[in-house]
């Protein structure tokens, strides 16, 4: 006998849970034969978006003697300044972003005004998608098994 560790996993998932992802895959499987099915998803995604404060090259310039050693620079750094942003785009670019401001929790109220707002934004840039009603919403990291 061997001592071993047991494994990390995401999640523990119920027989239920993952019955309902293998359906939710094959589904998926066999739809992705249908050319027109990858064209009609949008996704949603979230990343911090750092602030930097660039220097021009003007501005990082400096005098120096013919034979002197040039100046050196260091890389830019992250600035302290951090926001989160959320986007969704489909095949054809950007449908919609929004910065969450400072201090503001995204829980389900807050991403179900951000969802009001997406919808009217394909509503105006995707006319043919909201007319035919076969656009299909993929937010990524978004717990399938959990989220309402």
């Known amino acids: 006998m061997r001592r071993v560790a047991a494994k990390f996993v995401p999640r523990l998932l119920t027989l239920e849970q993952k019955e309902n992802r293998l359906t939710i895959c094959q589904d998926l499987k066999n739809r992705s034969a249908d050319i027109n099915f990858i064209k009609n998803i949008i996704t949603g995604d979230e990343t911090w978006v750092y602030g930097y404060d ?21 890389r830019q750094v992250r ?4 926001t989160m942003l959320i986007v969704f785009f489909d095949i054809e670019g950007i449908v919609y972003y929004e910065f969450v401001p400072n201090g503001q929790t995204v ?39 959990s989220a309402l």
């Open 54 to 74: 660039p220097e021009t090259k003007l501005q990082s310039s400096q005098w120096k003697k013919k034979f002197s050693p040039r100046p050196k620079k260091a």
């Open 79 to 82: 600035s302290n300044v951090k």
């Open 107 to 145: 829980n389900q109220v807050f991403y179900k005004d951000i969802l009001i707002r997406l919808r009217e934004k394909i509503r105006k840039k995707r006319p043919e998608k909201w007319r035919s009603g076969t656009w299909f919403l993929h937010h990524d990291n978004a717990p399938a098994h």
